[in-house]
């Protein structure tokens, strides 16, 4: 009986791949219920469910729009916080898995499983609270916030409750002299060959990719800088399609070389509690993004690091983003060097 429940489940996703609209790959990562497996493993989960345990005494009789919901385990809690009906609306194909959970438990009168893209969806009714686990890697990668932000205009009524509320992203300034020393030892003993004149070509191509990885703490040199703080109940759409060029000055806590500058977020879940992803809190999912610099450089202690970035979306495929990077000038906006990366699927 077990075999035959998994078969109907991997059936109905096939079944929804099949219609899923084909112009956007984004929606197609998210079919695969490994990538929920290690969402769900998360201590953002934990966090998620533990602001909705919070918020319980604003969810009581509330009607509730969940973006994204995956495999539901937020629109679930919703319920069991008390709300009365709870709105779920997916793209991707795992909304079968979702809905299969649902009816195993009993609650499809409670959760209401809507498969579509959230700006083609009708809702029945106008909703008091829109939960959504929205962010990507350095807070706005993969563009789902805009999707969340229209689901606002268009369904939560007025003095109506978002969930997180508020977000920022930061960037921390960086050390990595064991990892530049240990690339730079290859290349001069590569099977007993010294490639050392390849160093500078692969510092380059290193810089020119952010890289999505763990940040070890003790090698932030400086407090991080703020970038964007968003008030989610009223922030435009145009606001989170791109961040305008923001200068930025911290003083060094310490003598250093800076190989890389390490961009992390936080969200405020409910009033006062936060997430964040920074390298001195507990990992998460989406790590930290590492923007190596083509040209380190070194700084003395209570030296101020001057910088400035922006961002937008990328013109080919909005989920992904452009970024320049201005780094190592004397003074507050005026960088020595400047990088132009790219925040994509290949990072």
Known sequence: MAKRKVDAVSEAVDDVSETEPRGDGYFESYANLGIHEEMLRCRRT????????????????????DVGYGTGVLAIACVRAGA??????????????ARAVVQKLGLEQSVIVMEGRMEDVELPEQVDVIVSEWMGCF?????ML??????????????????????????????????????AAFWRDVHGIDMSCLAPIA??????KPQIEF???????????LLLDLDLTRCKVEDVQSVPRTQFCVPSHVRAEVHAFVGHFDVELTEGFWL??????????????????????????????????SLK???????CWDITLEYGGDVVGAGKHTQRLTLDVSC
């Open 46 to 65: 934990d966090a998620y469910l533990d602001a909705i345990q919070r918020s319980a005494p604003l969810l009581a009789g509330k009607a509730v729009l």
């Open 84 to 97: 009365r009906i709870v709105y779920a609306v997916e793209a991707s194909a795992v909304s079968a898995c």
């Open 139 to 143: 807070m706005l990668y993969e563009s």
């Open 146 to 183: 805009d999707s969340v932000l229209r689901a606002r205009d268009r369904w939560l009524v007025a003095g109506g409750c978002m969930l997180p509320r508020r977000a920022r992203m930061w960037l921390s300034p960086y050390r990595d002299e064991e990892e530049a020393a240990e690339r």
């Open 203 to 208: 510092q380059a191509e290193l810089a020119r």
């Open 215 to 225: 940040a070890l703490p003790q090698n932030v040199i400086a407090d991080a800088a």
């Open 276 to 309: 964040s992803t920074s390298p001195a809190d507990e990992p998460t999912h989406w790590r930290q993004v590492i923007f190596y610099l083509d040209h380190p450089y070194h700084v003395t202690q209570d030296e101020a690091i001057h910088g400035a970035m």
């Open 313 to 319: 979306q990328a013109a080919d495929n909005p989920r």
